[in-house]
Nanobody, 122 residues
Framework: QVQLVESGGGLVQAGGSLRLSCAAS????????TGWFRQAPGKERELVGR????????SYADSVKERFTISRDNVRRTAYLQMNNLIPEDTAIYYCAAGYGPRWFPIKYDYWGQGTQITVSS
């Protein structure tokens, strides 16, 4: 059974930093790209950024470029989302997801975590 478990969410002041972790089990982690998504109240879910299974490629939404960094440790089977210079507009529930893609970005993501709340106060 595949499980993705996020951790690291919480409340932070604007300008602060947080790092989210996504621990995976039940799949060959290095074969799966990881996507980080977020959904704010009343808004559609959006892709924040993604990383291929090998870790060789990443991409980011324009709204978080230069502030967020995605990485992964395939030995620990964990992906990370480092968020710096947070702004109130980053407030949302953040999800990690996995889709088959050792060296490419998948079209869809098959497995999802439960989500973790990030609240950025002004």
């Amino acid at each position: 059974q595949v499980q993705l478990v996020e951790s690291g969410g919480g409340l932070v002041q604007a300008g602060g930093s947080l790092r989210l972790s996504c621990a995976a089990s039940g799949l060959t982690f290095s074969n799966y790209a990881t996507g980080w998504f977020r959904q704010a109240p009343g808004k559609e879910r959006e892709l924040v950024g993604r990383i291929t299974g090998s870790g060789g490629s990443t991409s980011y939404a324009d709204s978080v470029k230069e502030r967020f960094t995605i990485s992964r440790d395939n030995v620990r089977r964990t992906a990370y989302l480092q968020m710096n210079n947070l702004i109130p507009e980053d407030t949302a529930i953040y999800y990690c997801a996995a889709g088959y893609g050792p060296r490419w970005f998948p079209i869809k993501y098959d497995y999802w975590g439960q989500g973790t709340q990030i609240t950025v106060s002004s």
